[in-house]
């Protein structure tokens, strides 16, 4: 069964960092793309960053370019998402996902396995 759980979320003020973790169960993370999403309230979900399933595509949504980082630890099968000059507008729940090997991007509907997702609230 997969299983995704993230974590790291908190608030913080307008500039400073997070961290946020996607402990993965059920399969290897690098068997598939892999990606994060954000909903914010009266918003449509975003995508914000992606790595495909061998790792060596990243894509990234504009407003997050630069700042945030995606990255993978295989051995932990643990998805990361580094937020540095974290803004009040990233303020959102955050869900990571797993989608098919073929298929990644930052569109959801290719994702069919979801987290409960992590909040971040960025004060300003």
């Known amino acids: 069964q997969v299983q995704l759980v993230e974590s790291g979320g908190g608030l913080v003020q307008a500039g400073g960092s997070l961290r946020l973790s996607c402990a993965a169960s059920g399969y290897t993370i690098s068997s598939r793309c892999m990606g994060w999403f954000r909903h914010a309230p009266g918003k449509e979900r975003e995508g914000v960053a992606a790595?495909?399933?061998?790792?060596?595509?990243?894509y990234y949504a504009d407003s997050v370019k630069d700042r945030f980082a995606i990255s993978r630890d295989i051995a932990k099968n643990t998805l990361y998402l580094q937020m540095n000059s974290l803004k009040p507008e990233d303020t959102a729940m955050y869900y990571c996902?797993?989608?098919?090997?073929?298929?990644?991007?930052?569109?959801?509907?290719?994702?069919?396995?979801w987290g409960q997702g992590t909040q971040v609230t960025v004060s300003s």
């Open positions: 996902a797993a989608s098919p090997p073929f298929i990644c991007g930052l569109g959801g509907s290719a994702y069919n396995y």
């Open positions: 790595i495909s399933a061998g790792g060596a595509r990243t």
